[in-house]
């Protein structure tokens, strides 16, 4: 494997500004469901990391569930629409108000998806947090109601986000240089 | 939901103690699999804070894939062994080293089972690190390469194990006094 600093462009968030953020985020969110029955789902694999972290920082009564999503068609990245469950939630959501934790909000496609899927089971209350929100990809508009940081529209790694899955465990976000990026055989 | 102060019985093992812990673990693991590649298997739900603060330790390149299992039967002890596959790995591990993450190993039951199944996907190597070893309660032989801690034969939560889905998010690891705990999990 490439080590990271022979194509990393530049970090894009350090390890600080993003658990700040993280500690802020945590903080909101607490007071926001301060009376609720609060739910916390993260698909996988890329939300881990941050859910991990945020889930630290909230103080209210909390439950925690787990989705996988992948795309039918080729390529995860060219997502063209339908979205095929390889995980469902082992929690019924009905009543319950659920919060979808995602590392990062690119088309939209997939999560608009989700959220249509999960709408029909009736929760109470349906929101958004996600780390990383690159607005200018955006197809298909999606609510957000916890951003983390809105980025540029670059092709970024670490802190639970893969390239070529790997890299996941840097503390920091970077951008890729891809014209140094060798890609693993 | 309850408040966990009414019914913790002990801190078992407190925030700082997990950390270095964690730490040293990563470490270990690095230094073992020098110059080679690791491909990380969480095992959901209950490894995944620990396979996200374990990996930020790993100087070595890995990538991360995750399970979910359930047991057949009633109840977690009423188990027959078999264990049910309810998200597969998306990687094929044949020829890889490949390191399960797991929060507990109690019977060893589930383990015993999961190792046995993925053995025949032929990995390079199979190895197992737990964050707590519950070894008294050990029905089946099941050998466990990297353990962080010890743990009595007692109902244990908090850092990624939960009572009911809740109480995941608590930085320690606690006993529970059964007694006091209004709904018995």
Redesign the interface.
């Known amino acids: 494997m490439q080590d990271y600093h022979n194509f990393i462009a530049e970090i894009l968030i350090d390890e600080q500004s993003i658990q700040t953020r993280i500690k802020e985020l945590g903080e909101e969110i607490s007071r926001d469901y301060k009376t609720k029955n609060l739910l916390l789902i993260c698909i996988l694999r890329g939300g881990i990391v941050f859910l991990v972290d945020l889930m630290r920082h909230i103080t209210v009564p909390t439950q925690l569930d787990f989705m996988a999503v992948s795309s039918y068609g080729a390529g995860a990245r060219q997502s063209g629409g339908s979205v095929r469950l390889s995980l469902d939630l082992k929690t019924d959501i009905r009543n319950k108000d659920v919060l979808l934790v995602e590392d990062i909000v690119d088309s939209g496609n997939t999560i608009a998806y989700v959220l249509e899927f999960l709408q029909t089971r009736q929760p109470r209350s349906l929101k958004v947090c996600t780390l990383l929100d690159k607005e200018e990809r955006r197809e298909t508009p999606v609510p957000i109601h916890y951003r983390g940081f809105s980025i540029p529209n670059k092709f970024v790694f670490g802190y639970g986000l893969d390239l070529d899955e790997y890299y996941r465990n840097l503390p920091f976000i970077a951008v890729v240089d891809l014209k140094k990026y060798q890609p693993p055989a | 939901?309850q408040d966990y102060r009414e019914f913790i019985d002990e801190v078992l093992v407190d925030e700082k103690t997990i950390a270095n812990r964690v730490a040293e673990l990563g470490e270990q693991i690095s230094h073992d699999y020098a110059d080679q590649?690791l491909l990380v298997v969480?095992l959901?739900?209950g490894g995944?804070?620990f396979?996200?603060?374990l990996?930020?330790h790993?100087t070595i390149?890995?990538?991360?894939?995750?399970m979910?299992l359930s047991s057949y039967g009633v109840g977690n002890y009423a188990s027959s062994g078999n264990v049910r596959v309810?998200?597969d790995l998306m990687?094929n591990i044949e020829g890889l080293n490949v390191l399960l993450v797991e929060d507990i190993v109690d019977s060893g039951r589930t383990l015993a089972h999961v190792l046995q199944m993925l053995k025949t996907r032929e990995p390079k190597s199979l190895k197992v690190c737990v964050l707590l070893d519950k070894k008294y309660r050990r029905e089946v032989p099941v050998e466990v390469d990297y353990v962080g801690f010890d743990v009595p034969d007692r109902y244990v939560f908090g850092y990624g194990i939960?009572v009911d889905?809740?109480y995941?998010?608590l930085?320690f690891i606690a006993s529970a006094d059964m007694k006091k705990l209004k709904k018995a999990p």
Do not use: Q, V
């Not at chain 2, 390149?61 to 995750?66: G, I, K, M, R, V």
């Open positions: 939901m590649e969480c959901l739900r995944l804070t396979t996200a603060d990996t930020r790993f390149p890995h990538t991360l894939d995750c979910s309810n998200l990687t939960d889905e809740h995941r998010h930085p």
